[in-house]
């Protein structure tokens, strides 16, 4: 296979579809999952300070179970996944005054503290989501990916693992915060923004109908108006 070296840049101003223009049919946003921890593991790292309190891609892949944003809605006050998105940013600092939800974000915050659950971490492709993307490239015929950093200054070619935990370590070998995972030819792509809690899936019609059933990605298909902005409403009163 044929390693192409176009370089893809995330689509901030344009409907998805439309920034790359005819070289996909179809795309999903998938959103990056909560990390539920057994008790005694979620122990540990509360009594760690900064950084370190979150877990290590060892601790996901060995530890962690996926939470939907749907199943936090369901236990939450929020009216939808819009709103969900809008109180992680809210969380983040990545918000205006104008624009930002600190009830909702205290709400969550409040809950997130009180059980052993984690937010996805923000700008990277998650390690649980690694198992069910790879599915799909393996299921078009493809042995091997593509990893690139945000810049594309950096990228390379990376073996498909066959083990689950070795799926979601397969960024590891990568030397740089992996910004986008691809088919080498790139007619399938995954991209995710630095500030963002979601990834783009970008292929062909029938591989992103095979990613509406595979469990483990949750999200919802692009129309042709989808933008960066899908989860933005009126700023909350």
């Known amino acids: 296979m044929t390693r192409s070296d176009w370089h893809p840049t995330y689509p901030q101003e344009v409907p998805f579809l439309d920034h790359f223009g005819d070289r996909f049919d ?8 909560f990390l539920l921890l057994p008790e005694e593991v979620a122990a540990r790292l509360a009594a760690l300070e900064g950084d370190e309190r979150y877990p290590s891609d060892e601790v996901i892949a060995d530890h962690a179970a996926p939470r939907s944003w749907s199943w936090l809605c369901d236990r939450l006050s929020f009216a939808g996944l819009e709103e969900l998105n809008r109180t992680m940013l809210t969380s983040m600092g990545g918000l205006s005054e104008e624009y930002a939800d600190p009830t909702g974000a205290d709400e969550l915050n409040e809950f997130l503290e009180a059980h052993p659950i984690w937010p996805p971490a923000e700008g990277r492709i998650e390690p649980l989501l690694l198992p069910p993307i790879l599915s799909l490239l393996t299921d078009a015929g493809y042995h091997e990916f593509f990893v690139r950093d945000e810049f594309g200054e950096d990228g390379r070619t990376l073996p498909i693992p066959e083990e689950d935990r070795a799926l979601r370590l397969a960024l590891a070998p990568a030397p740089f915060v992996v910004a986008s995972v691809s088919s080498p030819d790139d007619a399938i792509l995954a991209l995710v923004h630095w500030n963002s809690f979601y990834t783009i899936l970008l ?5 992103i109908d095979s990613a509406e059933r595979v469990a483990g990605l949750e999200g919802f298909r692009c129309t042709e108006d989808t933008t960066h902005l899908w989860w933005f409403r009126e700023p909350v009163s």
Not at 26 to 33: F, G
Not at 203 to 207: D, E, I, K, Q
């Open 26 to 33: 179809s795309a999903m946003v998938v959103l990056h999952p």
């Open 203 to 207: 292929g062909p019609r029938s591989t």
